[in-house]
Nanobody, 125 residues
Framework: QVQLVESGGGLVQAGGSLRLSCAAS????????MGWFRQAPGKEREFVAA????????YYKDSVKGRFTISRDNAKNTVYLQMNSLKPEDTAVYSC??????????????????WGQGTQVTVSS
């Protein structure tokens, strides 16, 4: 059983940056592809980004390409989401997820095997 704990959320002005972290325990981190999802109030949870087991491949939702970067440090059992040029529409609860299948392209909500609890990101205009 893998446990995932996110951190790094908060309140930031539009145009600002945040870096989210997700620490994993209870499993072999390097055997999972990792991803980030987000859920805004009144909306369905949506895929944001994913990274392969060794960090070679990444995939992003179109609206965050060029602004967000997903990365991982397998020695630290941690995946990151660097978010730059934040916009009010990026406001959401961000959750990390782990997937046994080493695929990164456009995860659905049914794809992850494990989920974190989420961290709130609020971008003010």
């Amino acid at each position: 059983q893998v446990q995932l704990v996110e951190s790094g959320g908060g309140l930031v002005q539009a145009g600002g940056s945040l870096r989210l972290s997700c620490a994993a325990s209870g499993g072999t981190f390097s055997t999972y592809a990792m991803g980030w999802f987000r859920q805004a109030p009144g909306k369905e949870r949506e895929f944001v980004a994913a990274i392969s087991r060794r960090g070679i491949s990444t995939y992003y939702k179109d609206s965050v390409k060029g602004r967000f970067t997903i990365s991982r440090d397998n020695a630290k059992n941690t995946v990151y989401l660097q978010m730059n040029s934040l916009k009010p529409e990026d406001t959401a609860v961000y959750s990390c997820a782990a997937r046994v299948l080493n695929a990164v392209g456009g995860w659905s909500q049914n794809d992850p095997n494990y989920w974190g609890q989420g961290t709130q990101v609020t971008v003010s205009s």
